[in-house]
């Protein structure tokens, strides 16, 4: 079982930046697939993005696309999640989730896949 654990969210105007860290821990870390989904109150978590394990293949949901980049650094068991030109309607908490293999594209998206989570971040875009 990985364990992940998030850090960097905060409050930040509209058009700012922030990036979220996601430390991984355990055996199978460097091989696990793992991605950031995001909550608001009272909705379903949604995906925002994900990263395979050889770093190749990334996604991207539509709503993000262009403002925000994930990466990953394996030696350091490390994720990242760049984002810019932050809205309102980022205002969310950030998760980071990952589970042993890979997927594609939309099959990414499936928060069903993920088999460890973390406790997750908190985001706040407001002027």
């Known amino acids: 079982q990985v364990q992940l654990v998030e850090s960097g969210g905060g409050l930040v105007q509209p058009g700012g930046s922030l990036r979220l860290s996601c430390a991984a821990s355990?055996?199978?870390?460097?091989?696990?697939?793992i991605a950031w989904f995001r909550q608001t109150p009272g909705k379903e978590r949604v995906f925002v993005a994900s990263?395979?394990?050889?770093?190749?293949?990334?996604y991207y949901a539509d709503s993000v696309k262009g403002r925000f980049t994930i990466s990953r650094e394996n030696a350091r068991n490390m994720v990242y999640l760049q984002m810019n030109s932050l809205k309102p309607d980022d205002t969310a908490v950030y998760y980071c989730?990952?589970?042993?293999?890979?997927?594609?594209?939309?099959?990414?998206?499936?928060?069903?896949?993920?088999?460890?989570w973390g406790q997750g971040t908190e985001v706040t875009v407001s002027s």
């Open positions: 355990g055996r199978t870390s460097s091989l696990a697939n």
């Open positions: 989730a990952s589970f042993a293999g890979t997927c594609s594209r939309t099959a990414c998206w499936d928060r069903r896949l993920y088999t460890s």
């Open positions: 990263v395979s394990p050889n770093r190749l293949y990334t």
